[in-house]
């Protein structure tokens, strides 16, 4: 769709981002304006991004990373499926979670403060690494 009709692709795809959210509207419309008010994207570039969203899957190495990690995501996500906060204790045993009910998939930006309550308690508590 991003060679085919590159602003409607855009379109779609900020709305994926605040999809679920009380303010997603009115999100969604600060959202387009900002972003199509830019210079269009690397049509190239974007597709090689989501090329590799389609074909590279690091669920294995998420165990090898050593520090504090702490997931925000939204319930009502569109692009990455919450049951992921199901799954990461197993992929990234040191890793914490926290799922926002009725976000998108920018919670930092439909459920701001919420999400800097969950981004300043994180921080509040990174000191060192968590592996050996």
Request: aromatic share 4%; hydrophobic share 45%.
């Amino acid at each position: 769709d991003l060679e085919q009709d590159f602003v409607a692709t855009i379109q779609r795809f900020l709305s994926l981002q605040v999809r679920g959210s009380e303010s997603g509207r009115h999100l969604l419309r600060q959202l387009r304006k900002e972003i199509l008010a830019q210079p269009p994207a690397n049509v190239s570039a974007l597709q090689t991004g989501l090329d590799l969203l389609k074909t590279v899957d690091l669920r294995n190495a998420l165990h090898t990373l050593c520090m504090p990690t702490h997931w925000i995501l939204g319930e009502r996500d569109m692009l990455v499926d919450v049951a992921l906060a199901n799954e990461l204790p197993d992929l990234m045993p040191q890793s914490t979670v926290h799922v926002i009910a009725n976000a998108g998939h920018a919670p930092f930006l439909s459920h701001l403060d919420e999400f800097r309550v969950q981004l300043s308690s994180f921080a509040k508590k990174i000191h060192e690494p968590v592996c050996d």
